[in-house]
Structure formats: structure tokens, C-alpha cells
Nanobody, 124 residues
């Protein structure tokens, strides 16, 4: 059974960066489509970025393209989300997820495994 644990969230000022990590326990992320969602109170959960298991292609929501980068370590035990030029907004919780589907049209869906999330607040 795969268990995911996020870390790296916090409070930053607009324009600053954060790097989120998602550690996998119980099994590696090999052969799984993986990615990140974010949940902001009062809004629907938003897909942020994902990587396909087939060829490690990465896809991003339009709102984060050019600012965020999703990656994994070589052992496929940890995934990352590098977030640059963060925009101010309501506090969000970023969740990593694995085991569903990722492509450039729907982005990320049908995930089997979820982390509990790490909070991110961008405010001056």
C-alpha cells in the first residue's frame, strides 16, 4: 500500500518561491501517474501539475505554467513541486496524489493515493 506524505509548505511573500516534497512509503512511484492538486476554501479542488508514468511527460495548469515545475528524484521515492513567483491569495493546501491518470488534456484524474496535504499561504 502506498502512503504519501507532503512537506515544505509555509508562509511566503508574493514573488517568492517554495519547494514542496511528497515522500512515498510502502512502494515507489514507478509505473504510476503522479501529480499535485491544491484546495482553497470555497473553491473546487484544482489540478496543478502531473507527470506521466509512460514517458515522464509533465503537464501543468494554465495558471501555473512557466512558474511551477514538477519532478521526481531518480529513485522515484519523492516527487517535488518547485513553485516560483508565487501569487498572493487565500491559503491553500497542496496535496500530492498517485495512481490515476495524467495527460495534457484533462491533466490529472482518478487518483488512487492521496497525501494529507501541506498548507501554503502567499501574503504580504
Amino acid at each position: 500500500q502506498l502512503r504519501l506524505t507532503e512537506s515544505g509548505g509555509g508562509l511566503v511573500q508574493p514573488g517568492e518561491s517554495l519547494r514542496l516534497s511528497c515522500a512515498a512509503f510502502g512502494m515507489t512511484l514507478d509505473y504510476l501517474d503522479i501529480g499535485w492538486f491544491r484546495q482553497t476554501p470555497g473553491k473546487e479542488r484544482e489540478q496543478v501539475a502531473c507527470i506521466t508514468s509512460s514517458d515522464d511527460s509533465a503537464y501543468y495548469a494554465d495558471s501555473v505554467k512557466g512558474r511551477f515545475t514538477i519532478s521526481t528524484d531518480s529513485a522515484k521515492k519523492t516527487m517535488y513541486l518547485q513553485m516560483n513567483s508565487l501569487h498572493p491569495g487565500a491559503p491553500s493546501v497542496y496535496h500530492c496524489a498517485a495512481g490515476g491518470h495524467c495527460n495534457g488534456y484533462r491533466l490529472l484524474w482518478g487518483m488512487d493515493y492521496w497525501g494529507d496535504g501541506t498548507p501554503v499561504t502567499v501574503s504580504s
